[in-house]
């Protein structure tokens, strides 16, 4: 669910620029569901396994999708496009998790001899809209690079905008910064999004399968 999840915000990226004039994605083969085009050495392996080593939380990401605002028909309004695409994809990713933890849930007590696969399923879709809804609103840090940044350097006057996004130049070290020196931000931050998401959940919590919640444990 996580690669399927990552690959789609990166994918989205790349398609929502094409539309808007860039097909630096396209030209460069990264407008592609094939996981092994997303996959960087540093933010998809190396980083999550020292963090995980160290006993911290875990962080990481796919390989950023390149795009070329140049290209852009209209260069604001293509940016917060393309740089919202991720999340608002990572949005439908949920619901769809949504409906197929409720579909899951109907078929597997209208045919009892598949309710234990189907349970399985049922758990993943339940990781799917978890992990989605945290992806949504850890992109939405207001931190450079992250997609956030990409709509809040509008809201700044023009010079604060520019050295604003300079810090993309440390934006990992400072979201690190962060996850150690105010880890209960953090988590006040990801609070609304994860209420969303057992809110969402609830909606169909009555086609829970017996077998579900052994494997969501």
Request: glycine share 8%; net charge positive; proline share 6%.
């Amino acid at each position: 669910m996580l690669l399927l999840s990552v690959i789609a915000h990166e994918y989205a990226h790349g398609y929502a620029a094409l539309k808007q004039g860039d097909d630096t994605a396209l030209m460069l083969g990264r407008l592609t569901w094939n996981p092994v085009k997303h996959i960087d050495p540093f933010l998809t392996i190396l980083l999550p396994l020292v963090l995980w080593m160290a006993h911290a939380s875990i962080l990481g990401g796919a390989r950023p999708v390149p795009v070329n605002p140049r290209k852009y028909r209209n260069f604001k309004r293509g940016d917060i496009i393309v740089s919202l695409a991720g999340v608002f994809t990572n949005l439908l990713v949920a619901i769809g998790c949504v409906i197929a933890f409720g579909l899951f849930g109907l078929v597997g007590r209208y045919a009892p001899a598949t309710s234990a696969t189907f349970a399985i399923l049922q758990a993943m879709m339940f990781i799917g809209v978890q992990l989605n809804m945290i992806l949504i609103a850890f992109n939405l840090i207001p931190i450079p690079p992250l997609d956030g940044s990409h709509v809040m350097k509008y809201l700044l006057p023009a010079s604060w905008s520019f050295k604003y996004m300079q810090l993309s130049r440390a934006g990992l070290v400072l979201l690190i910064a962060v996850m150690y020196l105010a880890p209960g931000a953090l988590g006040v931050w990801l609070g609304p999004a994860m209420s969303l998401a057992y809110a969402m959940l609830g909606l169909v919590q009555t086609t829970v399968l017996p077998g579900t919640a052994q494997w969501i444990r």
